[in-house]
């Protein structure tokens, strides 16, 4: 019964690892990854429009939002 116990349990951590695996993996195929960096930069345009802090907020998600933001002046025209 022990080693029953014992092997139940191995399968349990097994599978809380996938789980976070598929959390993970899930995190890559976002719909925002598909999302052009024109369109990035639109939408950001729009949001400095709306609160001039937002490209330091916007900035601070992701390298790849980052990276659109410092080629968007029109995003930090409202600074």
Known sequence: LQEIEKQLEEALKSVAI????????RAWIAPVRKVSEEALSIVFINCARDYWKSPLVLGAVCRR???????????????
């Open 18 to 25: 996938l789980r976070q695996q598929i959390a993970e993996y």
């Open 65 to 79: 939002w980052r990276r659109v933001l410092l080629k968007t002046p029109g995003a930090w025209a409202f600074l």
